[in-house]
């Protein structure tokens, strides 16, 4: 009835172990794929693979530019691509994806390669600890530096800063989000200033394509759009790969078998990658706004109302992925799955995020003997989906 309060078919403030949110998951995509929380201000959910997909690849219908993530939303202004759609959003788009070229990824392999190398080495000599700290964490705030061209000391301010950030996103600290924002912003600015007075190869360099960009009208870019545009990549390419590489291992831990054959067999690791980019998307809480309202399995959503979108619990829809729990490397419809989402907002850095994360796993089996998990994970909130923590022991 009109003014009735909503069920809560989903909290996400609730308790989770590594296994608990892929159950709570199955549980909703049979039995209420359209689910309703009241955290955060209020949101919706989708988990089955059919429904996200259809709204990934519906921009004309739901928006991008009202919500993009859950929880939260920008509270410092737009930040091409991600909050931007259609015309508005195809020049920042391009301009990443130039700097991200066949060229570029192949060259930033063996750098990849060495970081990687160094901080197993390194996590080995130690005997282990919390893998997120010691390895997944730094190796991709070591690659961005690369890609940046960024010197000691921003490599540094980026890495301690976004580290910060991520974790008081975590805690729903919003004074302290807001404050390493800043920072990052600050880090942005600085960026443009010196690529505008010393232009890097735009082929190689984000920060000198973007400013190298015209609109559709053939004008640059707007200049604070460009600074939102940099801080939101530095950003969005340190949030995921901790989680997801946490996760990876933590698998591995459980399957020595899989260990040992990785290991004797690297040339498995791609297709292994990719197969735990399924099982561990790190993603549930990417979202978009109906413009019109729309009705999904006889539930009504409001315009403007969020939507999130479970990508980790679409990559495990029984009604895609045949056996979705298990570990397979054969799967024949693998690429079906959405770990980098789909559409015109599909992940820009698909292709170098892939490198990194199978040189991350083959060096991380390669520079070991044996991983197992030495104390318990602590898990993300939204809108990631993993662990935080990893205690391993290594040899």
């Not at 921003?154 to 301690?160: A, G, V």
């Not at 009208?217 to 946490?246: D, N, S, T, W, Y």
């Not at 003997?369 to 993300?380: I, T």
Request: hydrophobic content about 45%.
């Amino acid at each position: 009835m009109p003014g009735a309060p909503r069920i809560q078919d989903y909290d996400p403030l609730a308790h989770e172990d590594f296994d608990t949110p892929h159950r709570v998951f199955a549980d909703l995509r049979s039995r209420c794929p359209v689910a309703h929380s009241d955290a955060f201000g209020g949101f919706w959910m989708l988990t089955r693979h059919a429904d996200i997909k259809a709204v990934l690849d519906d921009p004309a219908e739901f928006t991008t530019t009202v919500r993009n993530v859950v929880p939260g939303s920008s509270a410092t202004g737009r930040r091409p691509p991600l909050h931007l759609d259609g015309a508005e959003h195809t020049p920042y788009r391009r301009a990443i994806e130039r700097a991200l070229g066949p060229a570029r990824v192949a060259a930033i392999e063996p750098v990849i390669r060495g970081h990687a190398r160094k901080l197993v080495a390194d996590y080995r000599a130690a005997g282990g600890g919390d893998l997120v700290a010691a390895f997944s964490s730094p190796l991709p705030a070591l690659v961005f530096a690369d890609w940046f061209a960024l010197d000691a000391a921003q490599t540094d301010l980026l890495w301690t800063t976004a580290c910060a950030f991520v974790k008081a996103w975590e805690a729903f600290d919003v004074e302290t989000v807001g404050r390493t924002s800043a920072v990052l912003y600050d880090l942005a600015r600085d960026l443009i200033a010196a690529r505008r007075e010393t232009p890097l190869d735009p082929e190689l360099d984000p920060v000198s394509s973007l400013l190298a960009a015209v609109d559709g009208q053939g004008a640059k870019l707007p200049h604070e759009m460009l600074v939102g545009c940099v801080r939101q990549i530095l950003v969005v390419g340190l949030v995921a790969p901790p989680v997801f590489l946490g996760s990876v291992a933590v698998h591995l831990s459980r399957d020595p078998a899989l260990q040992a054959k990785l290991r004797a067999e690297p040339g498995l690791v791609p297709a292994a990658t990719e197969e735990f980019l399924r099982l561990y998307t790190p993603y549930r809480g990417f979202a978009r706004t109906t413009r019109q309202g729309v009705t999904l399995h006889g539930v009504a959503i409001p315009p403007a109302e969020p939507i999130a979108l479970a990508y980790a619990a679409a990559n495990r829809d029984p009604a895609v992925f045949e056996a979705p729990d298990e570990f397979r490397l054969d799967r024949p419809n693998l690429r079906q799955h959405l770990a980098f989402g789909s559409g015109p907002h599909r992940c820009a850095g698909a292709a170098m995020a892939r490198v990194m994360l199978q040189v991350a796993i083959g060096e991380l089996l390669a520079g070991t003997e044996g991983l197992e998990m030495a104390g318990e994970v602590r898990m993300s909130g939204m809108p990631e989906v993993g662990p935080i923590y990893v205690p391993l022991r290594v040899w």
